[in-house]
């Protein structure tokens, strides 16, 4: 069964780079059929979608966000992960991790999420 | 970006009620719609994904339509389980971007 599990600090400091990983349990993340993307919430809020990266490393940002993120993924470890840097307090929020299905266009669906991860940006 | 709506943002209903939301895309996306649940304290949950293909293990009495820019969601007779957010985004074009959310709470 297909797991996935955030990891990473609860609390950034603000300008400082939130970092989180992502590890895949019960399936390779080298799968040609699938996307892995993180998705955040803020506090009472919808869903924003961040960006997503597959296995041969190709990704796509969301451009609200890209000058800011960068998914990078670790086969060997079986874990993707994210970076986003100069955070303020608009970047707190529950981060989850993602299996999305990979289509000739677009994609299928986010088929498998994490539990989610709440990170808090305040000094 | 696709920006995407949903009517309406909230919705009272009672166990066994039809009911119907609707998600509507800034420009076409073809069928590449997908509906999401979610409960409070929870990740969300794929109900639907290609506009109408229900994901497996997910019961049968949600059901969705549409194609270009329309699309519904069905529940056919709500159940307890049933009170939550649905949220559609769109997977035709980055950035995937997500509704607003539909919240359906208890008449």
């Known amino acids: 069964q297909l797991q996935l599990q955030e990891s990473g600090p609860g609390l950034v400091k603000p300008s400082e780079t939130l970092s989180l990983t992502c590890t895949v349990s019960?399936?390779?993340?080298?799968?040609?059929?699938?996307?892995w993307g993180w998705i955040r919430q803020s506090p009472g809020k919808g869903l924003e979608w961040i960006g997503s990266i597959y296995f041969s490393g190709n990704t796509h940002y969301n451009p609200s966000l890209k000058s800011r993120v960068t998914i990078s993924v670790d086969t060997s470890k079986n874990q993707f992960s994210l970076n986003l840097s100069s955070v303020t307090a608009a970047d707190t929020a529950v981060y989850y991790c993602a299996r999305d299905g990979a289509a000739a266009v677009g994609t299928l669906g986010i088929d498998a999420w994490g539990q989610g991860t709440l990170v808090t940006v305040s000094s | 970006d696709i920006q995407m709506t949903q009517s309406p943002s909230s919705l009272s209903a009672s166990v066994g009620d039809r009911v119907t939301i609707t998600c509507r895309a800034s420009?076409?996306?073809?069928?590449?719609l997908n509906w999401y649940q979610q409960k409070p304290g929870k990740a969300p949950e794929l109900l639907i994904y290609a506009a109408s293909s229900l994901e497996a293990g997910v019961p049968s009495r949600f059901s969705g339509s549409g194609s270009g820019a329309d699309f519904t969601l069905s529940i056919s007779s709500l159940q307890p389980e049933d009170f939550a957010t649905y949220y559609c985004?769109?997977?035709?074009?980055?950035?995937?971007?997500f509704g607003p959310g539909t919240t359906v709470d208890i008449k």
């Open positions: 019960g399936g390779s993340i080298s799968s040609s059929s699938f996307y």
């Open positions: 420009q076409s996306i073809s069928f590449y």
């Open positions: 985004q769109q997977s035709y074009s980055s950035p995937f971007t």
